[in-house]
């Protein structure tokens, strides 16, 4: 099976005091790695909302 193509961003900013320049290559399996990672973020998340309001 051939390896699939990484996908890009980049991102740049310019303001006076500063310039911003990033660029991010991830692979569909690194993907799929950063959804597992917000998922659980996002669970532990509201499992802590739901036991402050108790």
Known sequence: MP???AQTASFS???RPLSI???VE???SGLLA???LV???LLATSVL??????
Do not use: L
């Not at 909302?49 to 108790?54: I, N």
């Open 3 to 5: 390896a699939s193509p």
């Open 13 to 15: 900013i310019a303001t």
């Open 21 to 23: 320049d990033a660029k």
């Open 26 to 28: 991830v692979t569909p």
């Open 34 to 36: 950063i959804a597992a």
């Open 39 to 41: 998922t659980g973020i």
């Open 49 to 54: 909302v739901w036991t402050a309001k108790r």
